[in-house]
C-alpha cells in the first residue's frame, strides 16, 4: 500500500472483512533463504526466456478467456464472483504490481511430480512476462502449529494481470494437474 491511509481503508472495506472472515486460522512464518538460490531465481528465469525466444514458442500472454468459467455451475462460480470484487477494490493498490506470499508443503512424491507441470507452465509465463518467484526458502514456524515446507514470494505485474490469469485458458489448463495447494496471502 501507498501508505498508512490507504491500508486503513482497505482493511476496513466490507470486501475486505468478508475475505478476512473465510481464514478459520492465522499462520506466524517466518522464511529462512538460501541468498545462492535467490539469485539464481532471475538467472534461470532470463535463461528460460531466452529459450523460449529461439525455440519461438507461442506466447501465453495476453490470455485468452476461458469458456470452462462461463459453463460451471452457479455454486462453483461464486467465489470467483468474490475475487472479481477483491480484484476491482485492489485496482489503486495494485495497477502497478502485486505479490503473492505462498506458504507451501513438499507433500508425497507423486504429488511433487504432479506439481512439477503446472509448476514448469508457471515458471514459463514468468520467464516470458518478467513475473515470478523473488524469494523461496524454508518456512519457520514461530508461533502455533503451522506446517509448512517453503514460503516462496511471488510478483506479479499487477491485479489486473492476476485476475486475467486466473480466468484464462491458460490457467484452467494447467490448474487441474496441481496437487498440492498452497496457502495464499495477497
Given at each position: 500500500y501507498p501508505n498508512r491511509a490507504a491500508w486503513d481503508k482497505a482493511a476496513a472495506s466490507v470486501q475486505y472483512r468478508d475475505l478476512s472472515a473465510r481464514f478459520a486460522s492465522i499462520y506466524s512464518l517466518g522464511m529462512k533463504r538460501s541468498a545462492a538460490l535467490n539469485l539464481v531465481i532471475p538467472a534461470a528465469l532470463l535463461r528460460q526466456r531466452i529459450a523460449q525466444i529461439v525455440r519461438r514458442e507461442p506466447r501465453r500472454y495476453p490470455f485468452k478467456p476461458s469458456p470452462l468459467l462461463s459453463q460451471a455451475p452457479p455454486e462453483a462460480r461464486a467465489p470467483l464472483k468474490v475475487f472479481e470484487e477483491v480484484i476491482q477494490a485492489n485496482l489503486e493498490y495494485g495497477r502497478e504490481g502485486m505479490v503473492i506470499v505462498n506458504f507451501?508443503?513438499?507433500?508425497?512424491?507423486?504429488?511433487?511430480?504432479?506439481?512439477?507441470?503446472y509448476g514448469g507452465e508457471m515458471f514459463n509465463l514468468f520467464a516470458e512476462t518478467g513475473a515470478g518467484p523473488t524469494h523461496r526458502g524454508k518456512a519457520v514456524t514461530l508461533e502455533g502449529t503451522a506446517d509448512f515446507?517453503?514460503?516462496?514470494?511471488?510478483?506479479?505485474?499487477?491485479?489486473?494481470?492476476?485476475?486475467?490469469?486466473?480466468?484464462?485458458?491458460?490457467?484452467?489448463?494447467?490448474?487441474?494437474?496441481?496437487?498440492?495447494?498452497?496457502?495464499?496471502?495477497?
Open positions: 507451501a508443503k513438499g507433500g508425497t512424491r507423486e504429488q511433487r511430480r504432479a506439481n512439477a507441470g515446507d517453503q514460503v516462496i514470494i511471488v510478483f506479479y505485474p499487477g491485479v489486473e494481470f492476476f485476475g486475467e490469469m486466473i480466468k484464462s485458458q491458460f490457467y484452467t489448463g494447467i490448474f487441474g494437474g496441481k496437487q498440492l495447494l498452497s496457502l495464499i496471502h495477497i
